[in-house]
């Protein structure tokens, strides 16, 4: 995908955590409408971590939470896009999700597929439960080639929080934005801290 600007909207991760559901998705996309959040740009809505079953199917694909999601995920999808937004949803380069749910190691050609059958615009790649023997750029990389191969527009956002030297090799991964440092929290020296870390690898930085 080609971006000219950073990509703008609201994840459920740190109001909600593991507390989603069908409902609260379809009232946040109608919100993002009426506060007109969505005609100032902010037009990307997209589901973190707990979304799917702690099983994968018979055939190795995730299976979503229908207790959660009792319509499935491409009819959330197609509400959220019926409100002229986008769609993104979450998953992970290691075994498991940072949660504790299935992660996308060796499932990634399968998981990019049913992605992109359901119609999601954005996906966010985290980096929990890594096998330690799989480098970080190669897994990213995977993604990236198995995202590109759905033949849907997709923006790869990769959030491997900046470790193992993220910012020499994250351009090679097909992703379109990358996370360059572990989580924020709500402190000033966290904020600083940051900042700092970022002042560093500006020069990696470039624009789309």
Not at 104 to 111: A, L, Q, R, T
Not at 163 to 181: C, F, P, Y
Request: hydrophobic share 35%.
């Amino acid at each position: 995908m080609k971006i000219n600007k950073a990509p703008m909207g609201w994840n459920t991760w740190n109001t909600f955590g593991e507390n989603i559901n069908e409902d609260l998705i379809k009232e946040t996309a109608d919100m993002l409408v009426s506060t007109g959040l969505r005609d100032l740009g902010y037009n990307y809505l997209v589901i973190d971590d707990c979304w799917s079953l702690k099983e994968r199917d018979k055939d190795g694909r995730l299976q979503v939470d229908t207790e959660k999601f009792p319509n499935g995920m491409k009819a959330v999808a197609d509400y959220v896009h019926s409100l002229g937004l986008k769609f993104g949803m979450y998953s992970c380069c290691g075994t498991l999700t940072c949660a504790g749910y299935p992660g996308s190691y060796d499932y990634e050609f399968i998981d990019a597929d049913t992605f992109a059958s359901w119609d999601i615009d954005f996906l966010k790649y985290d980096h929990c439960y890594k096998p330690n023997n799989a480098p970080s750029d190669l897994l990213y990389k995977k993604m990236g080639i198995a995202l590109q191969n759905t033949g849907r527009d997709i923006l790869y956002s990769a959030c491997s929080w900046g470790v193992n030297e993220t910012h020499k090799w994250i351009k090679s991964t097909g992703a379109d934005i990358w996370r360059t440092t572990p989580d924020i929290f709500d402190s000033w020296e966290s904020i600083s801290d940051l900042y700092n870390k970022n002042k560093a690898i500006l020069g990696y930085n470039s624009k789309g």
